[in-house]
């Protein structure tokens, strides 16, 4: 029974709401003043807030306050920030000899560790998260490597790009299409892979890859090598290890054997700064099959090979 | 009392002004306890930070210091990482504990004597008190019209409040950095901004709480005099107007004409004057009291004037109320002190407390923690084998660089190197440096025939190469590729 009668509380003093549920009554206890006082304060505080910030939703976007702060302004500001404090390194980085560059662990992690961000933004796309490649595209954990593992290579890979036609210094070389231009028949062809699946141990020795063991070294020892270990020189890939860039099995092979294969990589001197590419290139470099600048090629050469950047 | 007629009454509004209190200066054995209790926790906020403590060339050598930027919690012996924060957590309990241990005995002696709320607001009293003059000077002086006089005692005690919060605010910084330099950069601009804003906030609030705010933070704000009704029971001891002995109240002239019609209270309102949240206790146990016993004083003294027992108003548990109403004799305050709830709360408290040092005493202060990469999750290498790459984390929290060794339980043909070394250099250990009180990470390859199981169980493991006792293990597998093409 609800009943409607204010009346105050004889032990408080406190007058009652004045509604009443099974004898049960609310307070009617004042709020204190200076909590009014802080409602208004927060009420001003509001006004000044939408007089100076983005508040407002209008049709396009909200209204601009006078400060003219946005949320984009401020990245912006923060990215400026962010690369201003980088110059340093990223000149250190420039400026230092690719050879003397494991020598430093401190510049060495921090190219790393920047070559790590900006691949997820350029390579993740081909190369995957993890760098780990696919079918076409090279797994660049491992330690086996088309054009070579070394810092100095790494970065002339990446700056020149591969195959790319319209670019003189670009990694190039070409497979030919044996099968469809007509160089070799179908069934010398499958002798010719099982010659290549015994190199890597995946098949044992019989009559076809006897026969193949002949075409081999007619038709593909010339790049390949005669023993099937490849050129670096013309990224011709090693035949006798565990890793294949397309694949071992009988159909990847004949495909490749019959139609070829062209993998292009874009160059990155035209859109990247040299800094970046380094980065990009120890980090590569560091993901586990990184290899040792030979010793035996001379400074002179080598920077004659990588130092001449695309953009300069 | 209340007349119905005041249900219309327009003075009953929405919201109620603040009544102003200006508690009467008082003496006695609550003001000196009081005055002791305010020394020793004024003077280990003040000087807890200035401490030293030697912890090596690695460490800082204050005895409490919260490191936020580095991530460390310094307390004289014991330092403690934020994946130690279970410490820190353990102690919130032992002072919730303890604070329902102290308020199950003693009622609310947190929010009298040692809540800084109150420490402060009686601070700031004593502060008006000796420019404004006692209660009845400030009544005046609130009344009297702006003059010189009133603006300048204003002025000088503002100026003293927002000093004493300009400390507050100053000491509070010195647990976040080193106190001496902190010190010396605070006053040449070189300390951080966030550093002067938290002196001013500090500042400010203390200023605002402590001069303005007082008994309102404890009525309005403080959910803790809420909780702590909970806490209490009929054998928790509180302060008590023994209304049973003062009731009805008459003035000493009027009980000398009338003998025996009047109880002991003469109606003074001295328990009235001396309280800080402006509260008259004979109304009975309500929330504005926050037990400082200050009424206590009060009316012992006049008890004493007047020639009638001490006590009208002390310290009494409602069951006790209860007894000396019927005329029986009070429990005895060891029984009350010392009953099941009292002893079940000191019991857990202490057992979280022996617990924590007990952990504390026998925590590794070496530890590993072995994620393996999920991407890829294994590496095909030329020559057949598979790699699986793994980031260790190896923990140092020493205050000296250590030399540690990495090994691996059994895993066939397995053998290890870290980003380092090389795959020429792997075996079934490396050994790796820790610099002191800090965490090492290493990416840890490992190389196994491509021939298995699709997924092998194993374990990283770390020691010390010092102490062997220091060690560490963390469980991890090892991935390979499906048999077959």
Redesign the interface.
Known sequence: MMTNKKRIDEPTGTETVGHEWDGIEELDTPMPRWWLWTLYATIVWAIGYVILYPAWPMVHSATEGVLGWTSRGQLEQQMAARQMELEPIRQALVSTDMRTLEGNPELMQQAIEGGRSAFKVHCVQCHGFGAAGSKGYPNLNDDDWLWGGDLETIEYTLTHGIRNPDHDQTRFSQMPSFGRDGILQSNEIQDLVSYVRLLSGREKNSAASTRGAALFEANCAVCHGADGTGDRTQGAPNLTDAISLYGLDRTSLTDTITNARFGVMPRWGQRLDPATIRMLAAYVHSLGGGEKIPVAETAAEAKAESGDNEQS | ????K??LDPD???????KDVFPKAVNGTFRRLKWAIMAITLAIYYITPWIRWDRGPYAPDQAVLIDLANRRFYMFGIEIWPHEFYYVAGMLVMAGIGLFLVTSAVGRAWCGYSCPQTVWTDLFQHVERAIDGDRNAQFRLKDAPWGPKKIGKRMLKWSIWLFIGFWTGGAWIMYFADAPTLVVDFWTGQAPFVAYATVGVLTMTTFILGGF?RE?VCI?MCPWPRIQSAMMDEKSLTVTYKDWRGEPRGSVKKAEANPGSFGDCIDCNQCVAVCPTGIDIREGPQIGCITCALCIDACDNVMDQVGRPRGLIDYATLEDAELEKAGKPHNPVLKTLFRPRTIAYFSIWVAIGMAMLFAVGNRTRIDISANK????VF??????HV?N?YTINLRNMENRPREMTIGMTELKGGVMWS?DGS?ETAGQTLVTKVPADSVARLRL?VAAP?EGPVREDFAITVAAVDDAEANDIDEVFFERPETG?
């Open positions: 009392m209340n007349n119905p005041e249900v009953l509004k929405l919201y109620a002004a603040r705010m309102q309005y990469d999920r991407n890829p590496v095909q290498l030329a020559d057949g790699r790459s980003n795959r390859y491509g093409e």
